[in-house]
C-alpha cells in the first residue's frame, strides 16, 4: 500500500477508534506502534514475554486482542507461528488489519463464545490479557479456553488485583457511587470493569475449570498510581 494512503487509512481509523470508545488519539497511537523494547519496559508483559517460548507451528490466540500489538510484534519475533487475534469490536480489528501485516496473524471481529471458527484441542497458547473484568460471564471463557487448548497448552491471563494498592485507594476515595451512573459505557478501559479478583478466588475458578498453576506475578506491586494485575499462566 503506497505510504501516503496507509498513512490516511490508519489516521482515520485511529480518529473513529477514539470517538467510538472515549480513548486519546494519542494512547491509541502510543500502543498501536509499540515495539517489542516498549513492550518489556512494562513488568506484566515483561513476565509474560519471558515464560513465552512456542514451538514451530504453535498456533497462538489473543481474545480481546484490541488493536493488535501484542500478535503484531510476536508474530515477527516468532515467524513460524500462526497468531490470531479476537476482538468484538469492529473497529479495532479494521485498525489491526490496515496497521499490522503479516502472513502469519489474522485478526477477527466475533465474539469468541460464540464462533465456529475455532475448534476443541487446536490451540497451543491463548493470551487473554486485561478482560476477565470486562465480561459478563467469566467462567464461561474459562471453560472454553480449556476446551479449545491442546494438552499441555497455556492460558496467560492477567486481570487488575482486588488486593492491590491503587483499587484499595479507588474505594476508600470514592465515597460517594453516583459517578458511576454517568460515566461512559463501552470504552474498553476501567469505567467498564464489572469484576475484580484476589489470586485465591481466581486460581479457584481456573483450577476448576480444569487449569494447573504454573506462574503467578503481581505487577506494580507498591504503586500508588498505576494498577496493580494478577498475571496468571496456567497449564491444562
Known amino acids: 500500500m503506497h505510504k501516503k494512503i496507509y498513512a490516511e487509512n490508519v489516521n482515520k481509523l485511529v480518529r473513529r477508534v477514539s470517538l467510538e470508545h472515549h480513548i486519546p488519539e494519542e494512547d491509541i497511537r502510543k500502543i498501536l506502534y509499540e515495539t517489542y523494547e516498549d513492550s518489556i519496559k512494562d513488568s506484566k508483559l515483561r513476565f509474560f514475554l519471558k515464560n513465552f517460548n512456542p514451538k514451530k507451528g504453535d498456533v497462538i490466540l489473543d481474545v480481546g486482542c484490541f488493536v493488535g500489538t501484542h500478535i503484531n510484534i510476536l508474530s515477527k519475533k516468532y515467524p513460524e507461528c500462526k497468531f490470531i487475534g479476537y476482538d468484538i469490536s469492529q473497529e479495532y480489528i479494521n485498525l489491526a488489519k490496515t496497521a499490522h501485516g503479516s502472513q502469519n496473524a489474522s485478526f477477527v471481529c466475533d465474539d469468541v463464545l460464540k464462533t465456529k471458527k475455532l475448534e476443541s484441542n487446536s490451540i497451543d497458547h491463548i493470551f487473554f490479557f486485561e478482560v476477565l473484568e470486562h465480561v ?6 474459562i471453560e472454553l479456553f480449556h476446551r479449545l487448548l491442546k494438552k499441555d497448552g497455556r492460558l496467560y491471563l492477567s486481570t487488575p488485583s482486588a488486593l492491590g494498592i491503587t483499587n484499595v485507594m479507588l474505594n476508600i476515595r470514592n465515597r460517594s457511587l453516583k459517578y458511576i451512573e454517568t460515566e461512559p459505557r463501552n470504552t474498553g478501559t476501567e469505567k467498564d470493569h464489572i469484576y475484580i479478583w484476589d489470586k485465591l478466588t481466581l486460581f479457584r475458578l481456573l483450577n476448576r475449570c480444569g487449569f494447573n498453576h504454573e506462574k503467578l506475578f503481581v505487577s506494580r ?4 498510581f498505576s494498577g496493580q494485575s494478577l498475571c496468571f499462566i496456567v497449564k491444562k
Open 136 to 141: 459478563d460471564c467469566p467462567r464461561s471463557f
Open 221 to 224: 506491586k507498591y504503586s500508588l
